[in-house]
């Protein structure tokens, strides 16, 4: 079973930061999942909310604020038990990319609401993930069609993959549709469905993916059910379960 970090881990570390990125690295997460928004300025950023409230402590959205002012963020107030004193900026997806080479695949959500600039949001995209090299560590997913088929249009190197939490079937053929290389899928849509759905699932090329799995109990009916991979916020919870043995 491949194991994600859930926007690094966020139940251990500040999330979507580097800093709870190689946290999740230290506890041997090799895969990870985040979040992307553009700022005012065009940069796509780590940040789940469009608000920097819960995160941050600001009360201004991410689309109002340059990378100059992001980069001067303490994003510490997601995660109340960090005890490490030093900043955690919310940093760009270029930094992420660059800063962390030991990760093997990055799941980016791309947050989709009323602001969402999907041109804006799909050329950034495009650019940053031209070199095919990078682009092979990554996986582009959302819950909004348009912006995969958008992106599939633009840069059809890039691999997709549709995020859904209700719907199984009509998400699976919307999928299909996109020819998406993942699904990233809401867990109780898995305990929950037929063994014939699991079975046209599991057989398809599509890998699975399941958040969020915070739960061994959870973790270990989802292998049963051969799910590709499971995300947590708790990787030295999760990791542990799937160790190779010694």
Not at 85 to 111: G, H, M, S, V, Y
């Amino acid at each position: 079973m491949i194991v994600f970090g859930h926007r690094g881990a966020a139940g251990e570390a500040p999330e979507n930061t580097l800093a709870g990125i190689k946290h999740a690295i230290a506890a041997g997460i090799k895969n990870i999942e985040v979040d992307l928004r553009l700022s005012a300025d065009g940069q796509l950023f780590l940040l789940h909310d469009r608000s920097l409230g819960r995160t941050a402590g600001i009360n201004k959205n991410i689309d109002a604020l340059t990378s100059h002012e992001l980069h001067a963020t303490d994003a510490r107030l997601s995660c109340k038990h960090w005890s490490n004193p030093a900043p955690c900026p919310i940093p760009t997806l270029t930094e992420l990319l660059t800063q962390t080479p030991e990760i093997e695949c990055i799941q980016l959500e791309i947050k989709s609401d009323s602001s969402t600039n999907i041109v804006a949001t799909v050329d950034a995209l495009a650019c940053e993930l031209s070199n095919t090299t990078t682009a092979s560590r990554v996986v582009v997913t959302s819950y909004d069609a348009d912006i995969l088929e958008a992106l599939r249009q633009r840069a059809s190197h890039i691999r997709l993959g549709l995020v859904a939490n209700h719907d199984l079937l009509a998400a699976f053929n919307t999928a299909s549709a996109l020819n998406c290389a993942f699904m990233c899928l809401h867990y109780e849509l898995i305990l929950n469905c037929s063994e014939e759905l699991i079975k046209t699932l599991t057989d398809c090329a599509m890998h699975i993916s399941c958040w969020t799995v915070n739960s061994q109990e959870v973790a270990l009916k989802l292998c049963q059910r051969n799910v590709d991979s499971i995300i947590t916020d708790l990787p030295n919870k999760i990791l542990p379960l799937f160790a190779p043995a010694t």
